[in-house]
Structures are given as C-alpha cells and as structure tokens.
C-alpha cells in the first residue's frame, strides 16, 4: 500500500482537526489471479462500510479489462472516518 501523496500520510490526515465530508480514495492495480480474491474482501468492506450510521457511499470501477480498480468511499466526516477504519472488526477483516 502506498499513498496517493507521500507527503502527506493517512496516519497524518488521521491526526487532522475536524473538518467536513471525508472521502477515500483508492487505486488497487492487482494480479489477475488475485482479482476473486479482491473483490470478496472488498465486498466485504463495503457491507462492514454501509452498516456505519455516518458513513454515505462507496464505489469500485474497473479500468476496462484491466485489473486495475479505482474506489472511492465518503463519510459524514473525519471523526467518522478514522472510527471505521480503527474499528477492531475491520481490522481484523
């Protein structure tokens, strides 16, 4: 996993004052063996995600034929978003 800015971790946006919506963006370039794979665990996120009461939308696209995906996930704000993300249910997944 690698950020999309290296200057500027999650951990660092985590630390962050309040602010409004979050959103979450993702590239995921895999091995076409690994897709399957990919999309259990990402489905499975994603219904962990949409059970949160503060959480708005996610989505995944696929490049074309290409394994490669592109997600993006919103939260009602940031407060919500490091709450999913250090959830220990989701972190365990």
């Known amino acids: 996993m690698k950020p999309l800015d290296p200057a500027f971790t999650v951990q660092q946006q985590f630390a962050e004052r309040e602010s409004g919506p979050v959103v979450l963006v993702n ?4 091995d ?3 897709e399957a ?3 259990d665990a990402w489905k499975s996120d994603a219904v962990f ?3 949160r009461p503060v959480f708005i939308s996610a989505q995944l696209h696929r490049a074309g ?4 995906y592109f997600n993006y996930a919103v939260w009602e704000s940031l407060e919500a978003f490091r709450a ?5 249910g ?3 997944s």
């Not at 590239?27 to 895999?30: E, S």
């Open 49 to 51: 995600m949409k059970a």
């Open 65 to 68: 034929p290409s394994p490669a």
């Open 27 to 30: 590239l995921f370039t895999l």
């Open 32 to 34: 076409p063996a690994d």
């Open 90 to 92: 989701f972190q365990a």
């Open 84 to 88: 999913a993300f250090s959830d220990a």
């Open 37 to 39: 794979a990919f999309m």
